[in-house]
């Protein structure tokens, strides 16, 4: 008798612990399809609001004092990357935006960093391939009212073509990307760069 309540223990236990994972899982996977979904909703956002219409103006400044000028963003074809130093996902984005950088010769990649001031760019410079500035006056985070990052804008001659919301991680997510980027830049007037 003794053994057979010893098994039946058992079985409680593994039917028990089966039930925990299962609930695990699905609630992970619940959250990753509410943040994708979330994703694609600020992704509709940004384009529905902005596209069409001039980046606002921002002074953004290096960690030298350099401001970057506005013609740099407002002539030619740009993409402007918003970014945090204390973002993750952001630094995860930067080895993607190498491989951009790389295959977009035609395009101006700068990076805008929208840390709160006392935080700095220090220590960051060397994580993105494309050079970095300081949204001083956090004037970009909130005239775009930035809700995820990174934030890849495209610009041509400075105003808003295209913007995309979140970090490609997947393969998949990337060449989506690459081929929304492409499509975009076709359909967009041709530029001079100044």
């Not at 943040?35 to 902005?50: A, C, E, W």
């Not at 204390?86 to 395009?107: A, I, R, W």
Request: aromatic share 10%.
């Amino acid at each position: 008798m003794e053994r057979y309540k010893s098994g039946k223990l058992r079985w409680v236990v593994v039917a028990v612990c089966c039930i925990a994972m299962f609930s695990i899982n699905y609630a992970a996977s619940q959250c990753f399809y509410f943040l994708k979904k979330q994703q694609r909703g600020v992704h509709n956002v940004y384009n529905d609001r902005i596209i069409g219409k001039p980046l606002p103006e921002a002074k953004l400044i290096d960690i030298n004092g350099h401001v970057l000028g506005d013609g740099q963003l407002r002539g030619g074809k740009v993409i402007l990357v918003l970014l945090s130093s204390d973002c993750e996902p952001c630094f995860m984005e930067g080895h993607f935006l190498k491989t951009l950088v790389n295959k977009y010769s035609d395009l101006r990649f700068y990076g805008a960093l929208l840390s709160w001031p006392d935080r700095g760019v220090s220590g960051v410079e060397g994580k993105f391939p494309m050079k970095l500035f300081y949204d001083q006056e956090l004037f970009l985070q909130q005239a775009l009212e930035v809700r995820a990052l990174p934030l890849k804008i495209l610009l041509v001659d400075g105003v808003v073509k295209k913007a995309w919301a979140g970090t490609a991680i997947t393969p998949e997510a990337r060449e989506a990307f690459c081929k929304d980027l492409e499509e975009v830049m076709k359909s967009a007037a041709p530029s001079t760069t100044r």
